[in-house]
C-alpha cells in the first residue's frame, strides 16, 4: 500500500509539472496574439503625412473602425475558445485521475478475491483430506 502512495505522489508532482508547463505554454500563445494584432487597435502614425481629405479620412476612419470590430470579435471568440479547452483540459485531467483512483481500487479488490479464493481453497483441500482420512480409517 506504501508503494503505492509513493507512485501516487510521484504522478501528482509529474501532473502538476505537465500543468504548469501547459499554462506557460497557453500564457506565451495568448501574449503572441495579443501582441500579434496589437497594431490593428492603434491608431496608425505616419510620418510627413499629407492631410487626407475629408471623404478620404472618413474611408480610412470606416475601414479602421471595421478592422478594430472584427479583430475584437475574433480575440473575443479565440479568448472564449481556450477558456472552453481550458475547461476541457481539466475535465479530462479530473477524469484522469478518477479513472486510475477506479483502478487502483479495481486492482485492490481483485487482488482481496485472489487470496479469498486460495484461503477457500485451501480449507477445501484440508477438508477432502480430512474426509479422506476418515474413510480409510
Request: hydrophobic share 40%; no cysteine; charged share 25%.
Amino acid at each position: 500500500m506504501n508503494a503505492i502512495n509513493r507512485s501516487e505522489q510521484v504522478e501528482a508532482t509529474e501532473g502538476e509539472t505537465d500543468l504548469t508547463a501547459v499554462s506557460e505554454v497557453e500564457a506565451g500563445i495568448r501574449d503572441f496574439v495579443r501582441n500579434d494584432i496589437a497594431y490593428l487597435r492603434r491608431p496608425s502614425v505616419v510620418a510627413n503625412a499629407e492631410p487626407l481629405e475629408p471623404n478620404n479620412e472618413a474611408a480610412v476612419n470606416s475601414v479602421n473602425s471595421l478592422i478594430q470590430r472584427v479583430a475584437g470579435t475574433s480575440l473575443a471568440e479565440i479568448e472564449k475558445l481556450i477558456g472552453e479547452l481550458e475547461g476541457l483540459r481539466d475535465l479530462l485531467h479530473a477524469e484522469g485521475q478518477r479513472v486510475q483512483r477506479e483502478i487502483s481500487g479495481y486492482a485492490q479488490l481483485s487482488q482481496a478475491a485472489m487470496k479469498s479464493t486460495r484461503m477457500i481453497a485451501d480449507n477445501v483441500t484440508q477438508w477432502k483430506r480430512a474426509a479422506d482420512g476418515l474413510r480409510n480409517g
